[in-house]
């Protein structure tokens, strides 16, 4: 049987979450679809101190799941499943998640982005036996060894100075000779005695057979390589937008999902995006947040347009 | 019943290892949230494929030397053991298609 709304959301970041709190307040009963990544990246944190209205910050998933509750408490339906499938071909849209379906008046993605991988020999094949793209699920496994962080922005700050509970020593392998992260994480991460970093570098391979023995690396700006041990390797050079479920349906500018700024319309009438989908800017939790809540007017004034237009 | 339930380092070699049936082993941890994403999705697999796969969780901080003896250092891991062996391998919280396409080539029927 074939479930008919008024909204539906795809995602469950700080974008999602708030797009449902408002599109439930509209009594729209907003059904949110989770996904895989449920939460989304606020999880995979330890302590957020940059959203606003926490003086002694918060951690991630405590944040995330005040949003869910929130949202759940105004009428939202959250549903922990993934989806495989959506038709925006015409109006309502169906979305699937294996063999359950949904049709919808209007779609708010906001299905956020992922770590990026460097794609280099040995990164598939070492997953998960040493080489990971988050700190706060695999550094456990790392007490007292060495680790190598590859990146230059706020995640591999994070990652790296993260890291340095767990590991003796970790080093910053990044391509360039200053980071583009923000000042004050970066000064922490250069302020701590267990991090390293190489610059003007960049990892060429990754060594080892059943767990990582080591990273090989060349010097770009003197094209000099050489091999450093280690235990360890996170990749943490920035994110991707998860818009595969979308292409060919919906305009999309290197992955992410085009809007119409300020608005959050997309290329398809009542479909609507908001977060680190859409975001190639700001890519922060309140950005999603506010965003979340653009899109969530956006489809309640779209559906009284539609509502008043014979 | 597909679903074994935990498995220990004490109780690997017989309940895994030495299984004629196929094992699909969870290593996952009370703190990691991914994994509580994948449980559930193992779960299911184990319901569906019968009498064809056996299914059990391994919980990685009570249980240091299985997970050391097969290099796990990213959970959720879910490892595939057939005759004794990992044959198969799947790292970090997938759905379960693609959970089923690494696992199904190695079941039986």
Known sequence: MTEMRSVIVIGSGPAGFTAALYAA???????????????GQLMLTTDVENYPGFADGILGPELMEQMEKQSERFGAQILPVHVTRVDLSSRPFGVWAGDQEWRTETLIISTGASAKWLGIPGEEKLRGRGVSACATCDGFFFRDRELVVVGGGDTAMEEATFLTKFASKVTIVHRRDEFRASPIMVDRALANPKIEVIWDTVVEEI?????????????????????????????????????????????????????????????????FAAGDVTDTIYRQAVTAAGQGCKAAIDAERFLEHQAHTP | MANIG???????????????????????????????????????????????????????????????????????????????????RVVGAKPKDAILRDVQPHLAG
């Open chain 2, 6 to 88: 935990s498995v220990n380092d004490t109780d690997f070699r017989s309940s895994v290892l030495e299984s004629d049936t196929p094992v699909l082993v969870d290593f996952w941890a009370e703190w990691c949230v991914p994994c509580h994403m994948v449980s559930p999705v193992v779960e299911e697999i184990a319901q569906e494929m019968g009498e064809t796969l056996k299914v059990a969780k391994l919980n990685i901080d009570d249980n240091p030397d299985a997970t050391r003896t097969y290099g796990v250092m990213s959970i959720p891991s879910l490892i595939l053991f057939k005759g004794g062996k990992e044959v198969a």
């Open chain 1, 25 to 39: 307040r509209a009594n729209l009963a907003p059904l949110v679809l989770k996904g895989l990544e449920a939460g």
């Open chain 1, 207 to 271: 060594l080892g057979d059943d767990a990582v023995a080591g990273v090989r690396l060349r010097n770009i700006k003197k094209d000099e390589g050489h091999e450093l041990r280690t235990d360890g390797v996170f990749i943490a050079i920035g994110h991707t937008p998860n818009t595969a479920l979308f292409e060919g349906q919906l305009q999309l500018q290197d992955g992410y999902a085009v809007v119409q700024e300020p608005r959050t319309f997309t290329s398809v009438e009542g479909v």
